[in-house]
């Protein structure tokens, strides 16, 4: 998605958070496919999940670690709502990426995030850059931060 990825670039930017993207040769499309082109472990990679608010339509970001999954109802007694996932189409109008490559900051429209405690653990964490093959390493507090996201326990 042309522009996408220098959302990102700029997000980063304007948050003061330093980062390079990297356009892999393989698919960083999942989180095992990022973790094999990052040489990373998979709970390092950031997915970046888009729900949307049965009741008011808004949509959430949560950023999980690659190793877990979300627990929908911790999830949505932290949004106020009860929440589904956003289908391709609205993530893609609404926050400017397409599944995949959708990147925890950068979004078209701003948006609720919420962030898995568990990437607090590490150094460092890689997430999706605006496409399916491009990412970046930053430090998880960082990142939260220019995320704006709220830290929880999200896990399964
Ligand atoms: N680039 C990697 C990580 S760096 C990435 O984007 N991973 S992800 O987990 O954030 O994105 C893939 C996620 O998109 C899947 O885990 C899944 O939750 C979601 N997804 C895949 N297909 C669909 C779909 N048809 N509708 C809604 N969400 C989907």
Redesign the pocket.
């Known amino acids: 998605m042309a522009g996408s990825v220098d959302r990102v670039t700029e997000a980063a930017a304007k948050a003061g958070l330093t980062i390079a993207i990297r356009r892999m040769d393989g698919?960083?499309?999942?989180?095992k496919?990022?973790a094999a082109q990052?040489g990373c472990d998979v709970a390092q990679?950031?997915?970046?999940?888009?729900f949307s608010g049965t009741s008011t339509g808004k949509l959430y970001l949560f950023l999980?670690s690659?190793r877990n999954q979300?627990d929908l109802s911790k999830a949505a007694a932290q949004a106020g709502e009860s929440l589904e996932?956003?289908?391709?189409r609205t993530?893609r109008d609404r926050t400017g990426f397409a599944?995949?490559?959708?990147?925890p900051i950068g979004h078209k429209e701003p948006v609720a995030a919420f962030a898995d405690e568990a990437l607090l653990e590490f150094d460092s964490v890689?997430?999706?850059?605006g496409a399916?093959d491009?990412?970046f390493e930053a430090a998880p507090d960082s990142l939260v931060k220019a995320a704006g996201a709220v830290v929880m326990d999200l896990k399964a």
């Open positions: 698919s960083t499309r999942t989180a496919e990022a990052c990679i950031v997915k970046s999940l888009v999980v690659g979300i996932r956003a289908d391709p993530i599944i995949g490559g959708v990147a890689w997430a999706a850059a399916p491009a990412v």
